[in-house]
Every structure is written in C-alpha cells, then in structure tokens.
C-alpha cells in the first residue's frame, strides 16, 4: 500500500459563527454537509481556482470527503473536507475553503470552522470523545491554537481533544 504524503493544512478559520456568514450583509446561513460525488468535481478544479485535486481524494477509499453549502443554494460548494477514520480518532487531510471564500474578500466567513466542527461532530458518532489531529503548516500552528484551542502535540501534529471538539459542536451544530 502507498504512503501518501502528509499535507499541512494551512486553512485560517476567520470566525466561529453558527452557520456561515455573509461579510457583506452580515446575514447568517444555515447549511448542509454531504458528501462530494463525482459530479460535484466539474466545478472543482484549478482552473476555477480551488487549489488541491480533490478528485485524488475522492478515489482515495481510506478518505471521507464532504463539500460544504448553504441549504437554500446546495449547487454552490463553500468548502471541502477530506478526512480518515482510524482506530481511535479522525485525522484531516485537506480542507480548502472555497476560492470565493479566501482572502480580505471573501464572501463567507466560518467555513472553515463549520467543516471542522463536523469532523469533531464524526468523531463522537465514531466513539473517539472528538479526538480529531491534522498536520499544521508551522505558521498557522498558534492561530489553530487560538481559534481552535487546539494542542500541539509535537512537531506540527494538532489535536483537537473532547473539550475543544465539543465547543465546535455546540457552535456550529446546537440545534442538532
């Protein structure tokens, strides 16, 4: 079997909301996570500005992909998430914000913080006490900390434990 590559995940999570939010308006949407089908991939590419190739994660069998949207606009993906279940917690491979949801421009903000709530959310449902790790890029590993209340545990491997998990649960999914 092949060893992929460990990809530091270099996401910024903007805001905690409750949903995602509109930066223009301010108003607040609720939405869906579903899981990423082949179809979905047509709009997901280099050219229209994601950066990774999803359509590797989604033939990847050990992975879990899921596409984030808004309910009332299930066409338009606002982020993506791919992740493994393993014996004891979840590990994240990528995240990748939509490109219309990246920079001082954005039109969503807590996107990011949505899809990784669900992943805390997953690992409940797995029995794992919401143990989920990534690999961050050094330079985010503070802002994962501060945001996320993540812990370093060595290197750059996070963790997200049964405390930090549940407060992403309770923002994002209260009404669950």
Not at 144 to 155: D, E, M, P, R
């Amino acid at each position: 079997m092949k060893k992929h590559k460990e990809i530091e995940l270099d996401f910024e999570v903007d805001y905690l909301t409750n949903s995602i939010r509109n930066t223009i308006s301010g108003d607040s949407f609720r939405t869906n996570i579903l899981r990423l089908t082949t179809t979905d991939l047509k709009q997901i590419t280099k050219k229209n500005g994601w950066k990774f190739n999803w359509k590797v994660e989604l033939e990847d069998n050990s992975k879990e992909v899921f596409k984030l949207t808004i309910v009332d606009n299930p066409q338009v993906i606002q982020g993506l998430i791919s992740f493994t279940i393993n014996k004891d917690h979840i590990y994240m491979n990528l995240l990748e914000n939509a490109p219309f949801n990246l920079g001082k421009n954005k039109l969503y903000e807590g996107v990011a913080g949505n899809l990784v709530a669900y992943v805390c959310k997953t690992s409940f449902q797995y029995g794992f006490d919401g143990y989920v790790s990534f690999t961050a890029k050094k330079k985010l590993i503070e802002h994962y900390i501060k945001t996320l209340n993540a812990i370093n545990y060595s290197g750059q491997l996070m963790i997200l434990n049964t405390e930090s998990s549940s407060i992403l649960i309770d923002k994002y999914f209260k009404n669950d």
